[in-house]
């Protein structure tokens, strides 16, 4: 399972797009055309972030799945346990701008929850 920390050398937003689709291809076995047309939207979008973690924009630009039907997925998932979002922000590809990560993965869900930053406890 690859996260835009492993890809974030990829400068050009193109190019990442394209990489991160090649790594859900690979994780499914499946071409971008034959999600595409097997999976319905919600679905390719559960799908995709089980192979990789990566902010909402990132996926809904990899998958062709339009932003605001994104954030209704995102927050359904999130509702029934099924997606995580990390609790630190990184600097999307896409858009430049500090966003969370996502995954649908339950073995990289600790990961996500878990600050990278020591954070002084005051309680």
Known sequence: MKSIDTLK???DSNSFVNA???QIERG?????FQL?????EDKLFF????YVSATKKAISEAMGIPI???CRYKR???KDGLLVESIDEVKCPVTKHSAHLLSTNPSEFDKLRKSKFKQLNLF
């Open 36 to 40: 595409k047309s097997e999976f319905a």
């Open 76 to 78: 359904n998932f999130e």
């Open 47 to 50: 799908t995709a972030l089980q």
């Open 28 to 32: 499914t076995g499946k071409s971008f």
């Open 20 to 22: 991160l689709r090649e």
């Open 68 to 70: 605001e039907a994104a």
């Open 9 to 11: 050398n990829i400068d």
